[in-house]
């Protein structure tokens, strides 16, 4: 079903599609078999799981032969009657799931998105189309959920498909937690502290920022140039954004951000400070350790010296009387 109302619209911006970790590794594994190291290639699979109307609960996948000439994306082949034959298999193993889109590897929007989205309209009257960013350096959360829609233009031309972006996040149940943290203890670095487990993490959230503010800017760029259409529900959302960012200008604000940040600084002085005098008494506390071990030892040393000379003198004055008393038994 192609959205073209605005209520429809409306109703699709809010719908959330949920993936599971279960499906991130089975594309990640996908696309790990399926591309050389180093190629721009992307593999193709169907989603499976429960469309819920305001929720899409995406809980498996499997992936399907797919090819496309990398010169011309407009030419691509798809192999149908392998999607026939995984779909009665696992429609016997669970028969709660059902198809409800497909994914694709990206990392961005092709040109044969809408052709192949169409074809699968045969199999899913609702398709999600996901996008699932497996690159390594990767921040923030790897998927991209879209749904087809005819977009109405203001000037009354022609309309034309387009791709509307919804939510997404990722949820486990209770089992895919379990294995999904057994995963992670084996990965992970033993020598972090939780300090610094937290500070890569903000900064990890400060690159993931950093790249959606690098697209929102090229995309005004483009915007701005003619090169894209004006999108006004983004315009919107990009008002709605700057209005929230706090005036800079006015002096009763700056001042109170110069106070926390002064507060903030002298706390971190004042750790630093206790941090040097910390290691200072460590460092104290094992000069004069090793000096009391060194003066044990020495003393060790010397009393052994005075008992080795004990003994060297009782030995001398035992020899003086051996040879005394022989000297005697000689003049008798």
Known sequence: MVATTTEQLSALSNTTVVVHPLVLLSVADHHARSVPRGSSKRVIGILLGQDNGTSINVANSFGIPFEEDEKD?????????????????????????????????????????????????????????????????????????????????????????TFLHVPSAIEAEEAEEIGVEHLLRDIKDSTTTTLGTRVAEQLASLRGLQSRLGDVQSYLVEVASGKMPLNHQISYHLQDALNLLPDLNDQELTQSFSTTTNDEMLVVYLSSLLRAVIALHALVDNKASIGRAELEESKGDKEKEKGKSAKGEEKGDKEKDSSKTSSEDKGL
């Open 73 to 161: 994306s407009k030419t691509w082949f798809l192999d149908h009657n392998y999607i026939d034959g995984m779909w009665e298999m696992f429609k016997k193993v669970n028969a709660r799931e059902r198809m409800i889109g497909w994914y694709h590897t990206g990392p961005k929007l092709r040109a044969s998105d809408q052709e192949i989205n169409d074809l699968l309209k045969r199999y899913i009257a609702r398709p999600v189309m996901v996008i699932v960013d497996v690159r390594p350096q990767t921040v923030g959360i790897p998927t991209d959920a879209y749904f087809a829609v005819e977009e109405i233009k203001d000037d009354g031309t022609e309309t034309r498909k």
